[in-house]
């Protein structure tokens, strides 16, 4: 293949700003702390950092709620600071990815301000205001993510305005060429100062039907689902046109050299894959969370890994990713040592994994007492389990009493077992899941089939997952273990032979020759022999 975009070699770490490494001891993290930490990162050996937001916020969404796009809110530093990080990850090779949140402000940014202040203010159209139903309440059923209507009336005025999120959260009109015109300077203003691309909060929420129309019921819907699965998203989400809107995106991301649009959209794949776009003039990488939801049993994940690889179009990159912090731990989800196998499977599928800050030393949910809970979700819809305080405690460094995040108290709790389970601890034992991540991440370089290579399964049953990574030069073999059971002699395609170039358990270099055996959750990477 032709020589391949950075976006396309390397890897993704999410940091999550709050909770990555905090300097000046108010207990939430800050931008001086990710650039004392690059030297970790770089010696994990990922390529590219996605910050959470760090913008000016009320943070009712912890960032996701903008007040000024092109600011950093005095929690996490400012510009100066942002500046130093820039220059301090580029000096280091590594790429700086912000997270871009343009389906809605905070409700005290000043463009909100204005709009609310009347029906006549030149910027009442830059968000989405509607008369009451005939009843005189919403103007529609659509409700929002984090439960109740989506819709909150503004007496003054006597409409209301639609919040795909929370209250404070007014989704803007994207149907207004202001608004995009607006939002299309943001990303010049932060691609000016360097930073490299974009992830986008909720692309596919950005256009709404036009005439409002209601939302089909969801019949599966059963009591105790949260609000926002009463309804199927249909008239709320992912229209038809939004794609023209995320070209204009694409084009000014293009205005500038080797930067990258990543969307997120939670969506079944053959809708996910349209978020390429239909001649690619989409985002770079639509994420794809398909292993968020999956089952860990092989035959249901070659299903999805083979309809997924199938359905990405010509020209289109493949991306993977485990977590983030919106979804519980994946060490939690799958277990400790299935997560081992799971990392393994991350770093060996086609195209380009997105980490999530912790995962790597296998951080699990930290359970959150009812009075320490800081998720919105979680007040509002609470009991429900689906607060993301878990999966967002601070990162453990080391032993110390804060775990080497701070010298305050922690913004959220830090997990029990962070003495044990911590970077530092990891880092002297070569056996460990971030030993493995290393070892994994490293062996992307010097065989590129990992990142590049079709796939081709060749084995998914029960437990047992096996496929090849095969490019003209090389050719990878995968066999992964999900259970706690040996499998013995496994099946292999006849003649295989090769030699081990890894094993989640750190300890086996052995040549492989017909068959193969796994230890419990295991996983081995066999490197085949080239055959003349
Ligand atoms: C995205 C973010 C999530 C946020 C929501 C609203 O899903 O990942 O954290 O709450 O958008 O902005």
């Known amino acids: 293949m032709a020589q391949a975009q950075w976006w396309q070699r390397g890897i993704f770490y999410q940091v999550y700003p709050r909770s990555f490494q905090d300097t000046n001891d108010d207990g939430i993290g800050d931008l001086d702390g990710i650039r004392a930490r690059l030297d970790y990162l770089v010696e994990l050996g990922i390529d590219a950092v996605w910050i959470s937001p760090i913008f000016p916020s009320p943070m009712a969404d912890f960032g996701y ?135 986008v909060d909720v692309i596919w929420h950005l256009m709404k039907d036009a005439d409002f129309r209601d939302n089909p019921p969801n019949p599966e819907y059963e009591p105790g689902d949260p609000d926002i699965r009463r309804f199927i998203q249909s008239r709320s989400t992912d229209q038809p046109d939004v794609h023209a809107i995320i070209a204009e995106l694409r084009g000014v991301i293009d205005e500038y050299d080797d930067r990258v649009l990543i969307g997120e959209i939670y969506l079944p794949i053959d809708r996910l894959v349209a978020y390429y776009g239909e001649n690619l003039e989409g985002a770079h990488l639509p994420f794809n969370f398909q292993l968020i939801h999956a089952s860990w049993n092989a035959p249901h994940l070659a299903a999805l890994i083979a309809e997924y690889d199938g ?56 359970p959150i007492a009812t009075e320490d809970a800081q998720d919105p979700w979680e007040k509002n819809e609470p009991g429900l389990g689906l607060g993301r305080d878990p999966e967002r405690t601070p990162m453990q460094w080391d032993a110390s009493p804060y775990a080497g995040f701070t010298n305050g108290r922690p913004w959220l709790p830090l997990a029990a077992d962070f003495t044990t389970r911590n970077v530092a601890v990891q880092l002297e034992q070569p056996a460990s899941l971030l030993g493995l991540y290393r070892e994994l991440i490293a062996l992307r370089r010097p065989h590129p089939v990992l990142h590049a290579g079709t796939y081709r399964k060749i084995t998914a049953l029960g437990d047992v997952l096996v496929f090849l990574r095969e490019s003209a030069e090389e050719c990878v073999l995968v066999a992964l273990n999900l259970a706690g059971t040996v499998q013995d002699d496994i099946p292999l395609p006849p003649d295989t032979h090769g030699r081990v170039l890894a094993s989640t358990e750190r300890d086996r270099e052995e040549r492989v020759e017909g068959h193969l055996s796994l230890r419990p959750y295991e996983g081995v990477i066999v490197a085949l022999d080239a055959t003349a």
């Open 65 to 199: 709620d903008v007040a000024d796009y092109c600011g950093i809110d005095p929690m996490f530093g400012d510009l100066d600071a942002f500046d130093r990080l820039i220059e301090a990850a580029h000096a280091r090779r590594l790429k700086i990815v912000l997270d871009f949140v343009p389906n809605h402000t905070s409700d005290q940014h000043p463009w909100f301000l204005e709009s609310r202040a009347s029906r006549e203010n030149p910027r009442r159209d830059w968000y989405i205001w509607r008369d009451p139903a005939a009843d005189g309440g919403p103007p529609n059923n659509w409700m929002s993510n984090f439960g109740g209507p989506a819709w909150t009336l503004d007496p003054a005025s006597g409409q209301y305005y639609y919040h795909a999120f929370l209250t404070q959260q007014p989704d803007l009109n994207w149907r207004n060429p202001a608004v995009r015109a607006a939002m299309h300077d943001v990303l010049r203003f932060w691609m000016a100062r360097g930073v490299d691309g974009f992830r």
């Open 311 to 366: 359905a990405v179009p010509e020209g289109g990159w493949p991306n993977w990713v485990l977590g983030n912090h919106d979804q519980p731990r994946i060490a939690s989800r799958i277990g400790a040592r299935r997560a081992r196998v799971a990392a393994m499977l991350l770093l060996t599928l086609r195209g380009t994994p997105t980490m999530y800050y912790g995962d790597e030393i296998g951080m699990e949910n930290v």
